[in-house]
């Protein structure tokens, strides 16, 4: 870490600093310029505020050299990390497709659906048990029926199970599932990550509307400090000024993103894009961007389940988005 | 709620869409233009998600004439709400100001600021004892012994006392708090959401990070729809491109939600600005855009507590700021 | 046009907002609901300025049914445009690379850039004589030198060029060039569109750092309306909170456009990005989202000229990823 | 300016950039840490471009110590810079507002608006007369007729004039307006900037939509580099997520600037808003935050003038605007 110390900066402000630092058992090399005077802060700096130093009187600007996260950080850990989800390795040069519906409605439908993307080719089942919807009017979710719809469709299909956790208090009914999604509104919840660090289930961690790139992987660092360092990160659009689509992908995250760490990352196009005809080009894209896999909306039949097919493909759809999918994968791979 | 429909939708999803609309005990109007047929649809609309109606193949668009809330909305609930925190009316023409340290620390200091921000002409007490740190490794607050101090802060001064709540599970904890608060990372929490409001507290809403106006007032309606109607809204900056300031404070949002809802609301310029030199220009103008009133981080001595100083004003920086905001509130009262 | 008006709304106010819209020429079918009085303006509605009405404080909000460009409009004229780039034509189902230096250096640079990208599978040659820099004290281009140096280049290798325009003052500079290129921060210079839409060139337009899809068609239309039709759209990045990478490039855009434009559109990945490593696998995904082109920056020793190279590829980096991007194309096309 | 090397850099590649700053006549310190080397750049590093050597194989980060513009940095200049506007005097304590309807349209127009205006408190007239309009179609402005109009109501009322500039070859026109303006989308129209930084007339710098504070710094650098110092910045709001309000007024800019500038600082909570009942709140929030004066949209007639009246004030809104401001500002200055 770099501090650079204002001109103004008073011998007593500098002092303070210096105090405080090496209380922190890190060491200072200070070198004087013409200008200004630049600390560099030599030891574990991840338990400095930049923010909070960046902003004292005394200082000009920081600048971190390490970032603040460990554990996600490839530099300490260079191979890349493979996440068994039951049985489905993620990460490490497997490319998989998670695919289901939005919201788990009927033993009928979860069974159909999953049948039918097991068929075209996925390889994990998703589907909703809780929803965070925006409207407190909206319908929530069957929460423990839900879940245990997707317990069947598992032993129909022998397709791991993937769906999401609301809040720590519902953690007991997800013993049976095999991969526990954080949304992307309870990204920074967390006492939430806290305790999945705890758990040793893989976790499909989703960015937050308008959280950067470190910020996902400080998040994900909350879970691997507990312990457990099963975690996927899954892009699904950010919150820009454009309209045009409901979120925008930010798919220069993934080349990014495997710089930074060894954790997989995949891409939900479904949410990015929120119109179904948009969900192709952006999973060929995602792929050709060098992502280890897609989580994909499917639904039976998205002309009578008005509601649910917004942004959801009928199988026949996503079965040809699975084939184009894998001829970019072949490419990417060659 | 508009609906334009496509001038290539085929009957049958017309059909389709009209089925959905009056199943939800809608009325609907169709009238045809030369280049397009519009439905109106007359009725109680907060139930019907509208990104998933304008994702429909055969819609255009989709334009809410309705606002989606109904308990936080102006048009149904005209007058000012006034929210009793602990005997502190906030709201309806009154301009209060809360203020305290960023984290509770020790009984000496939170007993020695509430005494300070009291003299100076605060009316409530703010402090956290529980921390939403972006490290995992920072800080996390004294929890339980944090409320504890905070009582007895209460004690010695009678300043009611607000304080952050980060999990559901955390919520016995906060018997003797007077206002509880939701950080703007858990202002889409929904569980935690629902859990306040089925409790008879006073709940302090922060925006979130990048969350519109209108989804603030949904979050606010999931607090009001459970039967909490004590809801104070508080605006303390929004993500944008800007670096010079953690956060842009989005002043602009106090004119336009006091046409939009009855509830309070108040700004945060410590958070928002992250710097104290920046906390007296935006508390005056925050007062003059006709804020309820202030959020103010103080510390006792910023200058040897040094990472908590950072965006913290002493106590006579801050009694110096309310003698100005006293008087820019006076003009705009006069 | 749909216009919502007020509950609140006086008849004057409305019969004066009739008034007005009639006196354009327009149809007005006005519809009464329980709430709302809602009025369906039928005509060309492109004169009329949504958000000016927007704001009338007799209406809640207005939704546009037709878009306000017509000339760019796939809805009025569906066949793809293909423009005749100096005999290269972009856009129909063609898949071309523009590549070539930031700068034009000197002849000898120019020359062997353009040999290399054309060996390597490029068809056009791109060099920037007029420079916008964000700073006063940098290099600012060759200018009438660097066109010079563009035309030599054209004649030893064939290659068609493209080079940026800044004011309307240059046009008689640009004679010898085949595509006028205006830059990201020229997008809403509308008297430089204004002037282009005069010439018989093809014109690429780079969307400005925080467009909307709807603005920049806007500036299309523009250049069309003047009577030059031969626009091509490229996208290079948008400003957004994240700072990982320079710009956040938004590749739904390509999606999307194709169902509102006849226009083509091309990707430039080492603007969005900033960084060399991050080239290949953005035009990979560029060219997977089914983009109709892509356009690269092409330095002949990045290593010696060291600041021009930042995100400059080399030949042989150019050349690999002008083989990884034609399979990709291979399977869009499949 | 600060470059931090990766752990990974080689010797080559840092002797090619130490070769580099040393001949830009730069003097380098090197200290090297237990996971870096550290470079300190000392002298004249404007020329340097940070981004470039940031994205260097060899650097992990780069750090500015000096800002990059020189003749707008406060640190160069201490004193408040006043700007002559024909007689009336913009910065160094004094508080001015510019008002005026938004386009010229008539002589009767703008004379009875400029009476009223002057009447009313303020000290200089606005008006356009070339109009940057998203859309072709929509009506452009008088142009020339325009400036003499303009001329005519200085005549009258012995108000100076602001009017805006859109393109270099119109600048002959501008010889009897007081304060040229530069728009928004012009804030990067470099071409532009430099002729009127040859000229000797006050420029008044709209911010971009979406450009950060030191961007806006380097475009007032342009005009000052140029030998023109007569530079007032104008801040009309920012583009972001949030579509309450047109645009996000972004008032911690004005403390923000007075820190790093001392050029004066106006607000146009008109074009920020867009709804003419915003604009009290946020003319009265700017005066707090300590702006060196306004700009405002006043219109004779708004309610007939039907598309002139949306974010315009009409002149008795105008009184009762300028009577609170001017309580306000009392407060600033007491």
Redesign the interface.
Same mark, same amino acid.
């Given at each position: 870490m770099?501090v650079?110390l204002k001109q103004t900066a008073q011998q007593e402000q500098i002092d303070? &600093?210096k105090h !405080?630092l090496t209380n922190l058992g890190l060491r200072i090399?200070e070198?004087k310029?013409?200008?200004?005077t630049?600390l560099?802060i030599?030891g574990d700096t991840?338990?400095v505020?930049a923010? &909070?130093? $960046?902003?004292? %009187?005394a200082v000009? =600007?920081v600048?971190?050299?390490?970032e603040?996260y460990k554990k996600a950080n490839r530099k300490f850990h260079p191979e890349n990390t493979v996440v068994d989800c039951g049985g489905v390795p993620v990460g490490g040069g497997m490319f998989q497709i998670i695919a289901g519906p939005c919201s788990v409605e009927t033993e009928e439908q979860i069974v159909t659906v999953a049948r039918a993307v097991k068929e075209a080719g996925a390889t994990l089942l998703r589907g909703g048990a809780f929803k *965070?919807?925006?409207? *407190?009017?909206?319908f929530?979710g069957l929460h423990g029926d839900g879940l245990r719809l997707l317990k069947l469709a598992k032993q129909e299909t022998g397709l791991p199970i993937v769906t999401e956790i609301?809040?720590?208090?519902?953690l007991d009914l997800f013993d049976d599932v095999d991969v526990i999604q954080v949304g992307a509104?309870?990204m920074?919840? !967390?006492? &939430? /990550?806290?305790v999945l660090g705890r758990t040793n289930k893989p976790i499909l961690l989703k960015r937050g +509307?308008?959280n950067?790139?470190?910020?996902w992987l400080?998040s994900a660092?909350?879970i691997m $400090?507990?312990g457990n360092d099963q975690v996927i990160l899954c892009e699904r659009g950010?919150?820009?000024?454009?309209?045009?689509?409901?979120n925008? /992908? %930010? /798919?220069?995250?993934? *080349?990014?993103l495997k710089e930074k760490t060894h954790l997989p990352i995949i891409i939900d196009p479904s949410h990015?894009? #929120?119109? =179904?005809? +948009?969900v192709k *080009?952006?999973a060929?894209?995602?792929?050709?961007? #060098?992502a280890d896999g897609l989580m994909i909306e499917v639904h039976n039949d998205p002309?009578?389940a &008005?509601?649910? #097919?917004?942004?959801s493909l009928t199988p026949d759809e996503f079965a040809d988005v699975v084939r184009?999918v894998k001829?970019?994968r072949a490419?990417?791979e060659?």
């Open positions: 770099i650079i303070r &600093l !405080f090399d070198s310029g013409d200008h200004s630049i560099g030599v991840t338990r505020d923010d &909070l130093v $960046a902003s004292l %009187d000009e =600007a600048q971190r050299v390490q603040p *965070p919807r925006t409207s *407190p009017y909206a929530q609301m809040d720590t208090s519902h509104r309870n920074q919840n !967390f006492e &939430l /990550l806290k +509307l308008a950067t790139v470190q910020e400080m660092e909350y $400090a507990g950010i919150r820009t000024y454009e309209t045009a689509t409901r925008t /992908l %930010d /798919l220069s995250s993934v *080349p990014v990015a894009t #929120g119109v =179904a005809r +948009l *080009p952006m060929m894209a995602a792929t050709a961007s #060098g002309r009578h &008005l509601c649910d #097919g917004a942004q184009r001829a970019v490419v990417v060659a």
